[in-house]
């Protein structure tokens, strides 16, 4: 019966070690010039944000304007933000933002609380690369 007690008071010993093997590190965030959470930030500000809680549709089109991620143009953004945002998303995204990853796209746009806000990030993206609202056309 000591033997057992013995036994069962006895640390457990472990042969196994952690090593630390030399890995790739991991990829590097995506730098945005808006903030996820500035909903309201330039470009676009409070417009920008009642539109995409209102009519998220349109901001859609306006990204498929310049990204075509799917045929059509502005009615084919539309569309496709209509039927699947998050699919849309994860299209559009990487050819906004190539550093971002399709897991944070694909998340960020099926989460109701950062759906709206990430489809603003994207667009304001868009409007600061290209230099001008997607929606604008140049008079001749």
Sequence with gaps: AQAILAQVQAPAKCSFQFTRRAST???????????LCECCANPGGVG?????????CTVT???NSKTQTCPCGFVGGCT??????PCFMLGATPKVMPDETGLRALCCSC???????????VYREIVIIKGSSPSQMEMK
């Design 25 to 35: 590190p991991p990829p590097a965030m995506a730098k945005w010039s808006t903030g």
């Design 48 to 56: 920008l944000c009642i539109r995409t809680s209102c009519c998220p």
């Design 61 to 63: 089109g306006d990204i």
């Design 80 to 85: 496709c933000g209509i039927c699947c945002l």
């Design 111 to 121: 989460m109701p609380c950062t759906s709206c806000c990430y489809l603003e990030q």
